[in-house]
């Protein structure tokens, strides 16, 4: 089963690298600086695991230069929505991209005027549908005789998103004074002299 499960990973992330969507990436790193532009903010949501890559993102986000915030997938149709503006963005994070609870919240935030980066496995999820932007893992396989726990397509989500924040880091020309700032503490604060 282990042998399985690393032929697995392998394979789909070496496919997630192959067939990358650059396009759909330079298209969401754009919605991200025009909403800036604008005085707009990131939000990053998620349900279930993936609410676990959110917090992460969210964190990497405002590490590197773009300040993030994590918005509870469904604390949001209760009043958390209330933290976003007209404008601002939402990332927001599924694998299958039918979650109702989450769907329900992209419906809420688009309502109120919100642009939405989707990230699921198919370009023809609802969430994928929802969105102004659609960011897909082409997840097929998670690793395991089950093919349900989240795993490849975790580290999918991950990834996908990484390259997100890579590709905003260099359009802010961020270097080591500018990071070290937001990041003093611990070995990377060491490393950079602060």
Known sequence: MIEKFEQTIKNEIND?????????LNEAESLVLASEGEGGRVHVTGIGKPSYVSGY???????TGTPAYFLDGTEAVHGSSGQVKPGDVVIAISNSGETAELLYTIRTLKANG?????????RDSSLSQLSDVCLCTCTNEEGD????????????????????????????????????VWHPGGAIGESLGA
Do not use: H
Not at 57 to 63: E, G, T
């Open 16 to 24: 997630f690298f192959d067939t990358m969507d650059y396009q759909a």
């Open 57 to 63: 993102i969210a964190s990497l986000l405002s590490s």
């Open 114 to 122: 919100a642009k939405i980066i989707g990230v699921s496995r198919s």
């Open 145 to 180: 005789d089950l093919n349900k726990p989240p795993r490849a397509s975790i580290i999918k989500q991950t990834l996908l998103l990484q390259t997100l924040s890579i590709l905003l880091q260099k359009e802010r020309n961020l270097n080591p004074e500018d990071y070290v």
